[in-house]
C-alpha cells in the first residue's frame, strides 16, 4: 500500500510540473506571435501534438486509472507522443540535413527513438493488465521526454526560449 500512495504522489508530482511547464509553453508561444508565420509545418506539428500530450498529462496522471476515460485518453496521448517524436526526427541539427533520416543525428533525436520504443511498451503493459510496469513506463517518458526534454527548450537560445524571455 505504501508503494501505491508514493506512486500516486508521483503522480502529482509529474502532474503539477507537467501543468507549470504547459503554462510556460503557451506563454512562450503567445509571445512568439510576430514569428509564427517563420515556422516550417514540421514544427507546428511538434509544437501541437506536443501541447496535446502535456495537456492531458496531468489528467492521465491524477484521474481514475482503468476507466474508459481513462483509455480513450490514454489512446489519444499515445498518438500524440508517437507524432511528436516521429515529426522530430526530421528536424534538422544544424546548417544542412534533414534530420536522422539523413545522418544529422543529435541526443534530441536518440530521445525521440527511445519514445518510439517505449511508447509500444507501455500500452503492452497495459494491455497485460500490468498497471505497476505500465505506471513507470508512463512516469518515466513523462520525466523524460515531456518535462526534461521540454524544460530543455527554454534555455540556451532555443525558439520556446527565445520566446519566452523576450
Keep these: 500500500m505504501a508503494i501505491a500512495v508514493e ?16 503554462a510556460l509553453v503557451l506563454l512562450a508561444v503567445a509571445r512568439g506571435q510576430a514569428q509564427w508565420g517563420r515556422l ?19 489528467a492521465m496522471l491524477l484521474r481514475a486509472k ?7 485518453l490514454g489512446w489519444l496521448w499515445v498518438a500524440l507522443m508517437l507524432v511528436t517524436a516521429g ?22 533525436h536518440a530521445l525521440s527513438l527511445l519514445v518510439l520504443v517505449q511508447v509500444p ?20 517518458l513523462v520525466i523524460g521526454a515531456l518535462l526534461l526534454a521540454g524544460f530543455f527548450t527554454l534555455p540556451f537560445g532555443r525558439l520556446l526560449g527565445t520566446w519566452l524571455t523576450g
Design 7 to 22: 506512486r500516486r504522489g508521483m503522480n502529482a508530482v509529474l502532474a503539477g510540473f507537467s501543468a507549470l511547464l504547459l
Design 40 to 58: 516550417p509545418p514540421l514544427v507546428w506539428v511538434h509544437l501541437l501534438t506536443m501541447l496535446g500530450a502535456l495537456a492531458l498529462t496531468p
Design 66 to 72: 482503468g476507466t474508459r476515460g481513462h483509455r480513450r
Design 87 to 108: 515529426v522530430s526526427l526530421f528536424f534538422k541539427v544544424g546548417s544542412s540535413g534533414y534530420g536522422v533520416f539523413s545522418g544529422d543525428f543529435s541526443v534530441i
Design 121 to 140: 511498451r507501455l500500452v503492452l503493459a497495459a494491455r497485460r493488465h500490468d498497471a505497476a510496469g505500465h505506471q513507470r513506463a508512463v512516469q518515466a
